[in-house]
């Protein structure tokens, strides 16, 4: 039988941590949990991961990388800048649909527990993955002249303030239709807020 | 290529459109006078020299040296003679072409006042197209807005102890200008935690994210090899314009572009992704030391 890599097994620790932490809460999950949900011993969870902040950490930067990835793709590819919005609209409400854990965690854990992030996880270190594809696609966007010229953050903070806030309602069960039916308009909501006048 | 051996090099400096800059910056060298002493000078606008302006227009002599200050016009006369003819001629018979300031290498500020037709003596901004095409293998670009003084000693310098001058691709001394002038820059420790000078003239911060410096995007050893032996623009606190390159001068020079908060141009041969990457990290640090005046910064409580 094959041996399952170091790294494989790490990586499905990463899977069943972000689906315990994002269901049951930071402080309500123990490592006994995550360990008992992989299959096994506490004491070899412990060759992966040397403490749940660790694994915290561990864990923004996993789900940072992955849609820095994803928007870096997107980045590079010969779309407008109005298509570009949509695509990375459609990319993050398909990871809210399909692997909710990672958005939940992001909201619900990365955000709402800063103390555990504090030391070794703060500005932009956990994070740097997913924020230099943002600043690269509003920098190309303003230099071909499609985006007006702000303030970073301005932008920034419109653009996933309100992604977020739309997830957050999507986990609430409080919007009426699918979260997909929604791309559309919230596509060109953003183009609009951000277009170059 | 070889000079006299017998008598000094002969050296004539002409003018085309110019304010005199590099004239001036030339007379502040610290040691002026050695290194005229090497040479004979035919003609210089501010030094004593052994020809008359009018006998040099008249192209009936020739020069070891002939250096061009200024932006090339095709329609400007000197003398009632079209400067085209006059550097024609010295270009053909001249050993060394040397074009002192950015507006004899590239155009610079006088290419302004008529961009299609003015330019420098083989590069237009940074395109190759002048009127010393033809004499391109023995023409050294010494660009700068002016030349600095001990830049251009040392060119003479090693012309006249026969050395070879290796070139960039703009025809610019790789010794002289492959550093760039954020190399020796006293305010480095300010870029590298990303800590901006929010006017200028302070003596603390960086001055590439708000006051548009060009240094780290810029080829000069101007932070290596000093002005007046003491000081550059950085060091007083004014940004660096990006004298020396052909895209030179740019407009707003006191005002970095930025395209939401990221700086338009980052530093030479950085991927703009890995240095937004970096800066973003950076930023996250709050050094207290840098942060304010330095002379108000106690070690102890």
Same mark, same amino acid.
């Given at each position: 039988m094959a041996r399952i890599t170091k790294e494989k097994r790490k990586t499905t620790i990463i899977s069943a941590a972000l689906k315990l932490f994002s269901q049951k809460g930071f402080y309500i999950t123990t490592i006994p949990d995550i360990a008992e949900k992989v299959g096994m011993s506490v004491g070899n969870f412990y060759n992966y991961f040397s403490s749940k902040d660790v694994l915290a950490k561990e864990l923004v930067i996993f789900i940072s990388e992955y849609l820095g990835k994803n928007i870096r793709k997107i980045n590079e590819s010969d779309l407008s800048t109005e298509e570009k919005i949509s695509e990375i609209v459609s990319m993050y409400f398909d990871i809210a649909k399909n692997k909710p854990e990672m958005i939940e965690y992001f909201l619900r854990v990365y955000l709402s527990n800063r103390e555990v992030f504090r030391d070794g996880c703060e500005g932009m270190i956990c994070v740097f993955p997913f924020v230099t594809e943002m600043m690269m696609f509003f920098n190309d966007g303003v230099e071909c002249g499609d985006l007006q010229d702000q303030d970073f953050f301005s932008a920034f903070g419109l653009f996933m303030g309100y992604l977020g806030g739309m997830v957050f309602l999507f986990g609430e069960k409080? /919007?009426? =239709?699918? /979260? =997909?039916?929604y791309e559309e308009s919230i596509s060109l909501n953003i183009y609009n807020a951000l277009k170059s006048r | 290529m070889h000079l006299n051996q017998d008598k000094k090099p002969t050296l004539i400096w002409f003018q085309g459109l110019t304010c005199n800059g590099n004239t001036h910056s030339f007379l502040n060298l610290s040691n002026l006078e050695q290194l005229l002493n090497k040479f004979e000078i035919l003609l210089h606008p501010s030094l004593t020299s052994t020809q008359s302006f009018h006998a040099i227009t008249k192209c009936k002599i020739s020069c070891d040296i002939f250096i061009f200050e200024g932006t090339y016009d095709p329609l400007m006369k000197r003398n009632g003679i079209l400067v085209s003819k006059i550097i024609e001629y010295y270009a053909l018979c001249a050993k060394h072409i040397l074009a002192v300031g950015s507006c004899a290498s590239f155009g610079g500020m006088f290419k302004a006042s008529a961009p299609q037709r003015n330019s420098g003596l083989i590069f237009n901004e940074n395109e190759k197209k002048g009127p010393l095409l033809k004499h391109q293998h023995k023409l050294i670009n010494l660009s700068g807005c002016p030349v600095h003084p001990e830049w251009l000693e040392y060119i003479l310098n090693m012309i006249a102890i026969k050395k070879e001058i290796k070139l960039d691709e703009l025809h610019r001394p790789i010794e002289l200008y492959s550093n760039l002038a954020h190399h020796g820059c006293i305010r480095n420790e300010y870029f590298e935690w990303k800590i901006d000078a929010n006017n200028f003239g302070e003596k603390e911060g960086c001055l590439y994210y708000k006051q548009g410096c060009r240094a780290p995007m810029t080829h000069s050893s101007c932070n290596k090899i000093l002005w007046n032996e003491v000081s550059s623009k950085t060091r007083v #606190?004014? +940004? &660096?314009? #990006? &004298?020396?390159? +052909?895209?030179? +001068?740019?407009?707003?020079?006191?005002s970095t572009k930025t395209n939401m908060s990221i700086p338009e141009d980052v530093p030479l041969g950085i991927p703009k992704r890995s240095y937004l990457t970096i800066t973003g990290i950076v930023k996250t640090f709050h050094i207290k030391r840098l942060e304010g005046k330095l002379i108000d910064y106690k070690t102890t409580d």
């Open positions: 409080i /919007l009426p =239709q699918p /979260l =997909q039916e | #606190g004014t +940004p &660096c314009f #990006g &004298c020396t390159e +052909p895209d030179f +001068p740019r407009q707003n020079l006191f």
